[in-house]
C-alpha cells in the first residue's frame, strides 16, 4: 500500500503515520524527520536546509524530490510506505507520480486530514516527542502512561523542534495555504482523496483512517 498524508502543520499526519506504518507494516517516510537527521548530522542537505526550516519556509523542491528518491527505492518500501510530508509543492506531486510510474507502482489513495487554525497552533505548541525512538506526545492530548517515561521504549529523554515557536508556526501555516492546499484538488481529480476528520480525538482520527482505507481498497 502506498499512501501520502496531507494536511496542515500540527494535524496529526506523524501520529496517524505511525499508527499506519504498525497496523500494515509499510515504511513511515517523513520528510521532516529525514531532513531534521540531516541537520543533526551536519551532512550538505542538512547545512542547506537547516535556516529554511528555522524560517517556516519550503526547502528547495530539487532537494526534496532526491531524498525522497533516494528513500523508496530501499528494501523497506517494498512492501509500500505512508509519506508524511510529502509531497508539499505541485511540483514534488508530479515527480512522485513519474518516480512511482518509473518503477511500475501508483499511489493507493490520499488521506487529508483537516484541522482548524486555532487547533494546529495549540497542538504545535504543546508537541515533544521521545529523543530515543520518536513517539509522538502532546503537553495536554497525549502524556506518556507513566509521567516522564516514554510509551514505547522506556527511555526518558525528549525533545521539542526548534521551528515549533509561535512566530515560525505563521509561516508554516502560510507555506501551507500557498503551496500544499494545492494539491488536494490534485488528488481529488486523480480519484485518491479521502478526507478524515483531524478535530476528532486521536483514537477516533485513526479508526476513521482505518475504516476509510479498508473500504477504498474492497
Ligand atoms: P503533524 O505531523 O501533522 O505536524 P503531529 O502528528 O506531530 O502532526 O501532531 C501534532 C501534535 O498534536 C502532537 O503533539 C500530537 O501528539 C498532537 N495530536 C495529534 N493528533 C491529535 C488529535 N487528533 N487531537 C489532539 N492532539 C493531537
Ligand atoms: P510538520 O510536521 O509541522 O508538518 P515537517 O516535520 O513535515 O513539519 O517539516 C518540517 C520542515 O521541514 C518544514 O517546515 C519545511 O521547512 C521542511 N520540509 C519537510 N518536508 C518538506 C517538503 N516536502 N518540501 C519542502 N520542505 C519540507
Ligand atoms: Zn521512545
Redesign the pocket.
Known amino acids: 500500500m502506498r499512501l501520502v498524508?496531507l494536511?496542515?502543520?500540527?494535524?496529526?499526519?506523524?501520529?496517524?503515520?505511525q499508527r499506519i506504518k504498525a497496523n500494515y507494516g509499510i515504511a513511515h517516510l517523513?520528510t521532516?524527520d529525514m531532513l531534521r537527521e540531516a541537520v543533526a548530522a551536519g551532512t550538505e542537505v542538512g547545512r542547506r536546509a537547516k535556516a529554511i526550516m528555522d524560517a517556516g519556509r519550503l526547502v528547495p523542491d530539487e532537494v526534496m524530490i532526491r531524498l525522497v528518491a533516494e528513500r523508496i527505492a530501499q528494501p523497506d518500501c517494498a512492501r509500500g510506505f505512508v509519506l508524511?510530508?510529502f509531497p508539499r509543492t505541485r511540483a514534488q506531486a508530479e515527480a512522485l507520480d513519474a518516480l512511482l510510474a518509473e518503477r511500475g507502482e501508483r499511489l493507493d489513495a490520499v488521506l487529508e486530514?483537516a484541522?482548524d487554525d486555532d487547533?494546529l497552533v495549540e497542538?504545535?505548541s504543546?508537541?515533544?516527542?521521545c529523543a530515543q525512538c520518536g513517539a509522538?506526545?502532546?503537553?495536554?492530548?497525549?502524556q506518556p502512561e507513566v509521567a516522564g517515561v516514554c510509551d514505547v521504549c522506556g527511555s526518558r529523554e525528549f525533545v521539542r523542534r526548534d521551528d515549533d515557536k509561535a512566530e515560525t508556526v505563521r509561516a508554516r501555516l502560510e507555506a501551507y495555504q500557498a503551496q500544499t492546499a494545492p494539491l488536494l484538488p490534485y488528488y481529488r481529480d486523480q480519484g485518491l482523496l479521502i478526507a478524515v476528520d483531524?478535530?476528532?480525538?486521536?483514537d477516533?482520527?485513526s479508526a476513521e483512517v482505518l475504516e476509510k482505507l479498508e473500504a477504498a481498497a474492497r
Open positions: 498524508l494536511g496542515p502543520p500540527g494535524a496529526g499526519k506523524g501520529t496517524q503515520a517523513s521532516g508524511d510530508g486530514i484541522v487547533a497542538r504545535i504543546g508537541r515533544f516527542a509522538g506526545y502532546h503537553d495536554r492530548f497525549k483531524g478535530m476528532a480525538e486521536i477516533q482520527v
